[in-house]
């Protein structure tokens, strides 16, 4: 390592961090990552240090002091968040955290426009950017009046997407972005259950056509929401199927996206990584946007395999050193999460949307793993241990369940 360059913090240590210190740490970036559970394979990285902290929800006094440590032994390290949870975090410790770290994050106000689903609305249709139609109806009897307007199915989202996080939502929902609701019965009967994990919820039409119309425009911008690099993606399959994370993604060239994100990035005046989700809607050839991110995630890391890498560009800003970046990525290289793609395969196959020829076919291009690299393998062994106890357990399941 090159004791010169400042350090990077990690805060969350899953998959899009293992990327990130990979990409960081080749180029001789000391890398710390911070996580609250107990060691995973996603921990067991050459390029990163770990250190176990207290979680973003449990005990945030503990957290900030373990980082003022950290900061204190490691002044002028570089601290992104890949978590909405660490996220949401950083930007209301901001202050305590500025005088230990450089935060690669926008300002306090894009992230909190970005988290909140209505406000972003708001800000799309100002910027003249398209979304699915979408209500927000008021927790008395709104949702009653908004069921004749409204095409089923539909979803039903969080207001703030990490509501749907939490142990209680969990059990609700799975794990799911969104649920898919098929008749205003069932939107009424959904709707009040959901009003027990305490945080607004919308509904909005579901864009028609497959995954593999769900972009994703990946990009760092500089003052006044300037793009500095630009990456973009789509996904191949989702875990929850149709409604969750890719777990088989590929890079792709597609320039209308980027423009709507700068379109976004500028009416933010945003500076710093930004994520944004799309879907081509086939009813007009236009893309709807579904979601954005401030933090850094899956198509950060697997940008820097085709390329463009995002995590070191925010580093050099944080540091002051100039960003250089010609435009060009591979496109057409696949990124795969082989535990979470066979989950969708099993689930896809019940439906009889996917046959066994035809997910193999799919992984002909794969070139990007979610734990494979040739000069970080531990993460990898611990992945294959980690999968084979997991098989082990369903099998005993099955087994007892006959």
């Known amino acids: 390592m090159h004791s010169r360059l400042p350090p990077a913090v ?74 909405d949870d660490y996220l949401a975090f950083v930007a209301g410790h901001r202050a305590q955290l500025e005088p230990w770290f450089r935060i690669a994050h ?21 910027a003249g950017i398209a979304i699915p139609r979408t209500w927000a109806p008021d927790e008395g009897d709104g949702v009653r009046d908004i069921c004749g307007d409204i095409c089923y199915p539909c979803l039903i989202k969080p207001a703030y997407s990490r509501a749907w996080r939490t ?19 069932e939107l009424l009967a959904e709707w009040r259950g959901l009003r027990g994990i305490g945080s607004p919820l919308i509904v909005q039409e579901i864009i028609p056509g497959p995954d593999e119309n769900l972009y994703y425009s990946a990009g760092y ?5 300037a793009p500095l690099a630009q990456f973009a993606g789509r996904k191949l399959r989702t875990l929850p199927v149709h ?7 590929e890079s792709v060239s597609e320039p209308g996206v980027h423009v709507l994100a700068r379109r976004l990035a500028q009416a933010l005046d945003y500076r710093g990584n930004l994520g944004v989700e799309f879907k081509l809607d086939p009813r ?54 082989l535990r979470r793609d066979l989950d969708a395969l099993i689930e896809m196959r019940r439906k009889g949307e996917i046959g066994l020829g035809g997910w193999l ?28 106890a997991d098989l082990s357990r369903r099998l005993a399941r099955k087994a007892r369940t006959g």
């Open 221 to 225: 911008y500089g003052a006044g929401g």
């Open 106 to 126: 926008p300002h306090n106000s894009a992230i909190e426009a970005l988290v909140d689903k209505r406000r972003l609305a708001s800000i799309c249709a100002q």
């Open 10 to 83: 990690l805060l969350d240590m899953d998959v899009p961090g293992l990327a990130i210190a990979r990409s960081l740490g080749r180029r001789g970036v000391e890398v710390w990552g911070l996580h609250a559970a107990g060691r995973r394979w996603s921990m067991r990285s050459r390029y990163c240090r770990m250190m176990i902290v207290p979680g973003p929800t449990e005990n945030q006094g503990a957290l900030l002091e373990a980082l003022a440590d950290l900061g204190r032994s490691a002044r002028g390290a570089v601290l992104y968040a890949l978590h």
């Open 361 to 388: 076919l799919s992984l002909a291009k794969v070139r990007s793993h979610a734990a494979l690299a040739g000069d970080d393998l531990g993460p990898f062994m611990h992945y294959c241990l980690a999968f084979a």
């Open 167 to 185: 142990p209680a939502a969990e059990r609700l929902v799975g794990g799911a972005k969104a649920l898919r609701i098929a008749s205003s019965h």
């Open 243 to 249: 409604l969750g994370a890719g777990t088989l993604v």
């Open 284 to 337: 007009d050839g236009g893309f709807k946007l579904i979601e954005a991110n401030a933090r850094f995630g899956l198509w950060d890391g697997f940008a820097a395999d085709c390329g463009v890498d995002l995590a070191y560009c925010a580093y050099r800003d944080a540091v002051g050193a100039p960003i250089s970046f010609n435009g060009s990525y591979r496109t057409s290289v696949r990124w795969l999460h």
